[in-house]
């Protein structure tokens, strides 16, 4: 697989974008199959872009809205990235959903995972997927849905952001556009996915306590006492209930056992507080039975885990003899987005003077991240939703 990359500045005049974004795709260097990935500022006119960039470019593209982008040059604010994939060896199918309101249109993802699949020569090994932001919907089962019914391929991607208003992220496939409807791109073929996720956190030992009552995202009891009487206990209680903002600096981490025993480590950002049934919610599931512990997060650990996640990712690139890396697509949590305050370009930096030759990067900063998590036994991939992290994929 090869892989070139495209951006612009230019988010007001789509036509202008378009011409811009197709200069810097030299077309000679198109292989057999492509497919392309486009991140854009939340303020893009987000329809027009996607019915602009299926007239002018001939290849499946996929698309989401964020806060923040990045792309093989750093962050950038308000701008368009688009990184094409194109191979011989390697097929990609596109789909959008259905639109999906609750739970009970989850069958819209199999149904779309089916179409895509079937398209395929043979067996995909990487699901990318870029979800608007569901308010009946969790993230969780999203990810849970196409785990099942593509009996555990890996799954990576987020949800698209915007200006925290939850009201104008967007997800594109083609020309069409879309708050509520997921868009995914298999692809099969010769393809190594790699991944990493940065946590960015330092465990503290004040709450370590087994989650004894949860249902959903919201958890009641910690060892069978209300999880507020632990926030207050340790000097974290507010008198809000909407603490979304509060809280991004202290997260939580669970430790969850999978069905076949083994456990792996999810971050969990806290949004609201129940102070009637002494409860709170969380952005994603907590599950009865697991571990939770409180975290800390500040600007220095993020950079610093940035600096890890990108330098082992590329370290793996570079050693790599028998298969030739050309794509790395990441995500990265709004949370940290905020915690970097000023200073937005803190993740761009780990990277960029790294790169390997004819190796491209693009990426956002969104609401949640989708991306394999590693089971602490033998390094077993589950698929998972996870907060306040930086995920990386490489291929």
Not at 97 to 122: C, F, G, Q, V, W
Request: glycine share 6%; net charge negative; proline share 2%.
């Amino acid at each position: 697989m090869r892989s070139l990359q495209a951006f612009t500045y230019e988010i007001d005049d789509i036509k202008k974008a378009a011409a811009e974004l197709e200069s810097q795709i030299d077309k000679t260097k198109l292989l057999k199959n492509s497919c392309a990935i486009v991140f854009c500022g939340y303020e893009v006119n987000v329809g027009e872009l996607a019915s602009v960039l299926e007239k002018v470019f001939d290849f499946p593209f996929v698309g989401c809205t964020g806060v923040g982008i990045l792309s093989s040059n750093g962050y950038s604010q308000m701008s368009i990235s688009m990184l094409v994939m194109t191979a011989d060896d390697c097929d990609f199918s596109v789909c959008l959903t259905d639109e999906m309101k609750t739970n009970e249109d989850l069958d819209k993802i199999r149904e779309a995972y089916s179409r895509a699949s079937e398209s395929l020569p043979e067996k995909e090994k990487l699901i990318l997927m870029y979800s608007p932001w569901f308010g009946n919907i969790l993230g969780d089962d999203l990810v849970s849905e196409l785990d099942r019914c593509s009996e555990g391929v890996p799954v990576f991607g987020a949800i698209a952001s915007d200006g925290w208003t939850f009201k104008e992220n967007y997800v594109f496939c083609g020309a069409k556009a879309s708050k509520c409807r997921a868009a995914m791109v298999l692809i099969s073929g010769n393809i190594r996915p790699t991944f990493n996720i940065a946590h960015s956190a330092l465990k503290t030992e004040n709450i370590n306590k087994l989650i004894t009552k949860a249902e959903g995202n919201t958890i009641y009891t910690l060892d069978d006492e209300p999880i507020t009487d632990y926030l207050e206990k340790n000097g974290f209680i507010t008198d809000k209930s909407d603490v979304m903002f509060d809280y991004l600096a202290t997260p939580f981490i669970t430790t969850i056992t999978t069905k076949d025993g083994d456990e792996i480590d999810i971050l969990r950002s806290l949004v609201g507080i129940n102070h009637k049934k002494r409860s709170c919610r969380y952005i994603g599931k907590v599950e009865q039975g697991s571990r939770m512990n409180m975290v800390l997060i500040s600007k220095q650990d993020i950079e610093k885990s940035a600096r890890k996640a990108f330098k082992d990712v590329i370290n793996k690139i570079n050693m790599s003899d028998d298969y030739e890396y050309s794509t790395i697509l990441c995500s990265s949590c709004i949370g940290r987005y905020c915690l970097i305050v000023s200073d937005k370009n803190i993740e761009g930096r780990t990277y960029v003077y790294d790169f390997p030759d004819n190796v491209n990067l693009n990426g956002f900063y969104g609401y949640s991240e989708f991306c394999p998590a590693k089971g602490k036994k033998d390094g077993k991939l589950y698929n998972a939703l996870n907060n306040e992290s930086l995920a990386i994929v490489a291929f």
